[in-house]
């Protein structure tokens, strides 16, 4: 939480969100003056079976932890 900013017309705000371990549809977001003005959500495995998903071609993931899944 920022405070005591001084007087601004507008502001800017940059950020990374990584996806880290087993997310499955959860959705991530930014609140501004308690209103949403950001979101987004992230499958590692889009398929119903989880199994199908080929874990060895890991195209947008990378396992940090060294887990089976995508970090």
């Known amino acids: ?3 005591d900013l001084p007087d601004h017309q507008e ?3 940059t950020a990374n969100f ?3 371990d087993d997310w499955r549809g959860e959705e991530a977001y930014m609140l501004i003056n308690d209103e949403a003005v950001w979101s987004d959500s992230y499958d590692w495995c889009p398929s119903v079976l989880v199994w199908m998903c080929d874990t060895s071609n890991k195209k947008k993931a990378l396992s940090v ?3 089976e899944k995508p970090d």
């Open 11 to 13: 502001l800017r705000i």
């Open 65 to 67: 932890c060294g887990g």
């Open 18 to 20: 990584h996806f880290f």
């Open 1 to 3: 939480e920022f405070s």
